[in-house]
Antibody, heavy 119, light 107 residues
Framework: EVQLLESGGGLVQPGGSLRLSCTAS????????MNWARQAPGKGLEWVSS????????NYADSVKGRFTISRDNSKNTLDLQMNSLRAEDTAVYYC????????????WGQGILVTVSS | DIQMTQSPSSVSASVGDSVTMTCRAS??????LAWYQQKPGKAPKLLIY???TLQSAVPSRFSGSGSGTDFTLTISSLQPEDFATYYC?????????FGGGTKVEIK
């Protein structure tokens, strides 16, 4: 059974940092692209970042470029999102999602984790 | 960036009705489109990918069509568990983009 479990969320002050992790199980992690998306309270879905199976191809939304860093460890089946210089508008539920092979859909999603940026 | 526009933003329907919603891309995306269902407080769930391919275990009352810039999701014979918000997403090029959603509500 495919499972994705996010961790690392919480409350952080503006300008602060937070590192989200997504632990995967039930599939061969390195064979799949992985994604992060977010959803601000009461709003729609927003793509954040994606990484290829090898980690060699990385993309970011303009809204997070230069502040967020995506990475993966295929030996540990983990996907990370390092978030720096956080702003109030980064407040959202963050989801990790598995791609469909090497295609950038989200065919399985984690349960989501809340990040709140507030003083 | 490719903008994805969904319509209507909400629709009221009864159990047993057929519901169709649309997703329009600001430029051609071939068939690189997915549809998701999201219920309140839950993660989204993939329903359809590549515009018309049903994800495993998704009921056959869901169907998708279209290519290029115009796409539709149809739910035939709406069931109580189908009341939710539906999003489209293009996977043709980065940045990946989602539509604003269509909320299916109980009439």
């Amino acid at each position: 059974e495919v499972q994705l479990l996010e961790s690392g969320g919480g409350l952080v002050q503006p300008g602060g940092s937070l590192r989200l992790s997504c632990t995967a199980s039930g599939f061969t992690f390195s064979n799949y692209v992985m994604n992060w998306a977010r959803q601000a309270p009461g709003k729609g879905l927003e793509w954040v970042s994606s990484i290829s199976g090898s980690g060699g191809n990385i993309n970011y939304a303009d809204s997070v470029k230069g502040r967020f860093t995506i990475s993966r460890d295929n030996s540990k089946n983990t996907l990370d999102l390092q978030m720096n210089s956080l702003r109030a508008e980064d407040t959202a539920v963050y989801y990790c999602g598995r791609g469909r092979g090497n295609i950038y859909y989200f065919d399985f999603w984690g349960q989501g984790i809340l990040v709140t940026v507030s003083s | 960036d490719i903008q994805m526009t969904q319509s209507p933003s909400s629709v009221s329907a009864s159990v047993g009705d057929s519901v169709t919603m649309t997703c329009r891309a600001s430029q051609g995306i071939s068939s690189w489109l997915a549809w998701y269902q999201q219920k309140p407080g839950k993660a989204p769930k993939l329903l359809i990918y590549t515009a018309s391919t049903l994800q495993s275990a998704v009921p056959s009352r869901f169907s998708g069509s279209g290519s290029g810039t115009d796409f539709t999701l149809t739910i035939s014979s709406l069931q109580p568990e189908d009341f939710a918000t539906y999003y489209c997403q293009q996977a043709n090029r980065f940045p990946l983009t989602f539509g604003g959603g269509t909320k299916v509500e109980i009439k």
